[in-house]
């Protein structure tokens, strides 16, 4: 009796077992495709998203993964990048890759299409940290479109305003997702059009309209001769694109309505184009917000008994806004008000005495409301405006500057004492820098 | 009359289920797409089983009982892993690793265990139904509760004037927990309320 | 593996990687446990052997023989946790039933030990067993711990609704909290 419920119970569990195992086979052969499909989908989702309709992507896809970039044939693929696949018939690649600004907490992803002959199908953001109040899209929600159908010079591509930092680091992932195709000969280099690389040359030669080599500024409205303007967020100047014959050249005007003009090239050719100076001069007065006033009322704050106001002419093109020289008693003190970046523009003020020493220093406000809460509480303002002075140009590192915790405040203070050192020496030359 | 204490005896089973099946119930009412998946696929599971064991109760030996059942329901569930993976492939994402769990959950084998002593099919089948419909109520119950409250969505689609106002504790482990209890508490009594009115008027 | 990993292993098993309190697989099995603590030790001591077992033998089925037929999974697994319980029932039957008269099989099935040989195959095979071993010696811990907890509720002083499994619950997830900060 016990036998044969043994030889059943074995018989009938192997019948179970068959049975399932016959129904899953048969079920698997409906299911298997759509499983596999659905399991594809979901690797690939984000990077079909960004090419075209029929795209697909085979078992070699992955050309190269950030995890084991020796194994890839691809080379110079900045670290930004994590993967990037090939489509299967040859549309073109997807490209993940990551963006990180000072602000994000966590780096944005992106999905970029490329055709193969190097235009932009599709990009898109497949994580974003969740501070939204940087987030550019909620600002300017058409901006990744402006990206469609271009090439690696990115023409017309710009930034958006109030959200520089992401919308630059976005920009920056997907110049440099081009790049890592370009240097691998996947895709051709796009040719950038001379407004784009006179664009280019102001970070370097209008330092107070960039910070860490972002650009801080908006656009403005063109005339005349202008192709496209763009004005300084901390109003340190103005520069425009402008066209006289064949030509297409920068002109920069500083807050103190000097002017320049560069060529494609970065070469200064302010004498052969008078005419557009005056210009732009004329543009550039007529939307210039002057921070004399202020300037001159903090000055005589911090400098007790501060007469004979003059403001210097300035041909620099820094952070500096106002100058003035002054006397108090026989001395004579120069000051300047430098707007810099640091969690906001900030307002800094700093007098130096003849011999190019700094004699006082001052922020309108050192730390925002909205940062370094906790520094603010921890740092002595006072001793801290006070640990500049006596400085001068040869004693001053930048290190002079630093306070634990705020980095982006003492990159603004940094800047903006560089800035003044750099603007007395333009007056010691006569109002030039050398 | 007959009827009334079948029904009673009924639920007392499905309530004594209840704590056999905690783990999944807690492990997929965090969104009520999971909870209707994982709801489906008990009921389904706990039906077809429970067809198949009361049919074939007469040739089950009762000592290789065990086995047979668990590889029965096994088989159950691995099918309908495998549609779900096939058609609701989020779902069963959601679910993990839970859903094959199921395979060895006491749920679907204690409520086999039940049928099998019963004779009439009808009442295997209610019986089955009544246990998956049960767990799916709940489950549902929870989801809404911990999707809208905790995650501030519902079927995934996010409530935004809710969003400030999410308590992230209760779409995690903790709210498995907690919303469960208060769930169960509430049923429970409400359960009792009818029931006692029942009884009042006969 | 260095001492540090082994380490580590045991200490997530007993803490963040406890499975019936965190990953609800085996909640049931715990939360329903109304047995002596010395009983609950017993069967969590099985069931310890039982995962560790298992995933002896589910590891090398999963990676050798299963890549190509994913289905068969779940099947397979629980083919081979029948069979590890019926040998231990086997070996075992004389001292299993003298200490408890619980069915030691019923109680050995669950998504636990299910739940630990699908996450183990993921691991390397010697992390596989360790993490077997840990999250068993966990589940038993807890099992332990519950079959405590159980006899402490004052039933009495619980409002009504909440007695028996809501209360119970509350208690699971309070020690899901606990257990959570690690």
Not at chain 1, 293 to 299: K, N, S
Not at chain 1, 358 to 367: E, G, N, Q, S
Not at chain 3, 48 to 69: C, E, F, H, R
Request: with cysteine.
């Amino acid at each position: 009796m016990k036998r044969t419920d043994l030889i059943k119970s074995i018989a009938l569990l192997l019948v179970i077992v068959a049975v399932f195992s016959a129904a899953m086979f048969g079920l698997n052969i409906h299911t298997a495709p759509l499983i596999e499909a659905n399991n594809a989908s979901a690797k690939f989702g984000p990077l079909l998203a960004v090419l075209p309709e029929g795209a697909s992507f085979d078992a070699d896809a992955l050309i190269y993964d950030a995890v084991a970039p020796e194994g890839s044939s691809l080379t110079d693929v900045p670290p930004s990048v994590t993967a990037v696949y090939r489509e299967a018939s040859g549309l073109g690649y997807a490209v993940r890759v990551t963006a990180t600004s000072q602000y994000s907490s966590a780096p944005m992803e992106i999905s970029l299409g490329v055709s193969a002959e190097g235009k932009i199908f599709n990009v898109q953001i497949d994580s974003y940290n969740d501070s939204e109040a940087f987030d550019f899209r909620a600002k300017d929600p058409e901006y990744l479109s402006t990206y469609v159908d271009k090439d690696s010079a990115l023409t017309d591509v710009g930034t958006v305003a109030g959200s520089t930092y992401s919308s630059t680091a976005f920009k920056t992932a997907v110049e440099e997702a081009m790049n890592a195709l370009i240097a691998n000969s996947l895709i051709a280099e796009g040719v950038k059009s001379d407004d784009q690389l006179l664009m280019e040359l102001l970070p370097t030669i209008f330092t107070g309209m960039s910070n860490n080599g972002m650009m801080q500024t908006e656009e403005i409205e063109a005339s005349g001769n202008m192709l496209s303007g763009v004005k300084a967020l901390n109003d340190s100047g103005f520069a425009y694109i402008m066209t006289e014959g064949d030509a297409t050249l920068l002109v920069a005007v500083n807050a103190f309505g000097t002017g320049k003009v560069f060529d494609v090239e970065g070469n200064d050719v302010t004498d052969a184009h008078a005419s557009l100076v005056e210009e732009a001069k004329a543009h550039a007065d007529a939307n210039q917000t002057s921070y004399e006033e202020p300037a001159v009322a903090r000055f005589e704050k911090l400098m007790e008994g501060a007469a004979n106001m003059q403001p210097l002419p300035l041909d620099t093109f820094s952070s500096v806004v106002a100058a003035n020289s002054f006397q108090v008693g026989e001395d004579t003190y120069y000051g300047f008000c430098a707007r810099s970046y640091g969690y906001d523009i900030m307002d800094v003020y700093v007098v130096l005495d003849a011999s190019g020493a700094i004699v006082k220093t001052d922020a309108k406000k050192l730390f925002f409301d909205e940062e370094y809460f906790n520094v603010d509480d921890d740092v002595d303002q006072p001793a801290y405006k006070d640990s500049f002075t006596g400085l001068t140009q040869d004693t001053w590192t930048g290190d002079n500057a630093l306070i634990a915790g705020a980095t982006m405040t003492s990159n603004a203070m940094q800047q903006a004492v560089t800035d003044a050192f750099e603007a007395f020496q333009a007056v010691q030359n006569g109002g030039t820098v050398e | 009359m007959k009827n009334a204490t079948k029904s009673s005896i009924s639920h007392k089973e499905a309530a004594y289920l209840l704590p056999l099946g905690a783990g999944f119930v807690m492990a997929s009412s965090a969104d009520l797409r999971a909870a209707l998946g994982m709801g489906a696929a008990v009921i389904l599971a706990t039906f077809l089983s429970a067809v198949v064991i009361s049919a074939l109760r007469k040739i089950i030996p009762s000592r290789a009982h065990l086995p047979i059942y668990i590889l029965i329901i096994t088989g159950f569930v691995s099918l309908i892993d495998m549609m779900m993976q096939a058609y609701f492939p989020n779902v069963v994402n959601m679910l993990g690793v839970h859903l094959a769990a199921l395979a060895v959950s006491a749920v679907p084998y204690r409520n086999a265990e039940d049928v099998a002593g019963e004779n009439v099919e009808t009442t295997t089948i209610k019986t089955a139904l009544e246990t998956g419909f049960l767990f799916t109520l709940i489950m549902v119950l929870c989801a809404l509760i911990r999707e809208v409250l905790g995650n501030a969505s519902i079927w995934g689609v996010s409530i935004e004037f809710l969003k400030d106002y999410r308590v992230s504790a209760l779409s995690g482990v903790f709210g498995g927990y907690l919303v469960l209890a208060i769930v169960f508490a509430v049923i429970r009594t409400i359960h009792d309320k009818t029931t006692t009115k029942k009884e009042g008027t006969d | 593996m260095t001492a540090d990993v082994i380490f580590g292993i045991l200490l997530a098993g007993l803490l963040s990687n406890n499975y019936a309190l965190l990953h609800f697989l085996g909640t049931g099995a715990v939360i329903e446990n109304e047995r002596s603590t010395k009983k609950s030790l017993l069967v969590g001591l099985g069931s310890t052997i039982v995962m560790v077992l298992s995933t002896l033998i589910t590891w090398p089925l999963q990676t050798y023989l299963l890549k190509d037929v994913p289905y068969l999974r779940t099947m397979a697994f629980v083919i081979v946790m029948l069979l590890v319980v019926e040998l231990i029932h086997l070996f075992a039957k004389k001292k299993l039933e003298a200490y408890c008269k619980v069915d030691f099989m019923k109680f050995a099935i669950n998504g636990a030990v299910l739940g630990l040989c699908i996450h183990n195959t993921e691991l390397a095979y010697g992390e596989a067993v360790l993490t077997a071993a840990a999250v068993g010696i966990g589940f038993t811990l807890t099992l332990a711990i519950f079959s405590k907890l159980h006899s402490r509720i004052d039933e009495e002083s619980v409002p009504k609704a909440f007695r028996g499994l809501p209360v119970c619950l509350l208690c699971a997830g309070m020690m899901a909290l606990a257990l959570l900060a690690f």
